[in-house]
């Protein structure tokens, strides 16, 4: 019985067997007692703290001194608003229409004169000559460049670019 009662607790025990485990824990006083030992073990195994004595009596004493509630207390009624909520509604639908359609046609209405951005004017490129020391810099530092870390041919290359001279 003690291998059932165990499987039970596991929950590895089949339907059928269960009800017979039941009727022997309901019974049989060395299943009840090998069912508190397996909880024991179970609560030393999880470092569980474990009651004081006489705790499952004491709380089933209070527990029977509580009032039962059958039902929830009824909500408190709130306050009959309900002739007045449909012309609100529509009242405030109706200006959120009207403020969404006046925004589109002041824009629509807008001068497209006023929208437009200033011509930038065209900077000129200058080209500035690197310093010696700038190569060098770049030779000792190379290992941190990010472009180190790509795969396949992007670290051999050398990334070239002209810059068009004005007439």
Do not use: C
Not at 67 to 96: C, D, N, Q, T, W
Not at 110 to 137: G, L, T
């Amino acid at each position: 019985m003690k291998s059932k009662i165990s499987a039970m607790m596991d929950g590895e025990l089949a339907e059928a067997e269960l009800a017979e485990s039941m009727h022997a824990l309901r019974e049989d006083g060395v299943a009840i007692e090998a069912w508190r030992e397996y909880h024991l073990i179970s609560d030393a195994l999880r470092d569980t703290q474990i009651l004081s004595s006489g705790f499952s009596a004491r709380f089933a004493a209070r527990l029977e001194q509580e009032p039962a509630i059958l039902a929830p207390a009824a909500a408190p009624k709130r306050a009959e608003h309900g002739r007045y909520r449909f012309p609100l509604a529509m009242a405030a639908s109706v200006a959120g229409v009207a403020l969404v359609g006046s925004i589109v046609y002041m824009q629509w209405q807008a001068d497209p004169q006023v929208a437009r951005a200033p011509v930038p004017v065209q900077a000129e490129s200058v080209a500035v000559a690197m310093p010696k020391e700038a190569d060098d810099y770049l030779r000792a530092h190379q290992n941190y460049s990010p472009r180190n870390s790509l795969q396949g041919v992007a670290p051999y290359v050398r990334t070239v670019s002209e810059t068009p001279r004005s007439r």
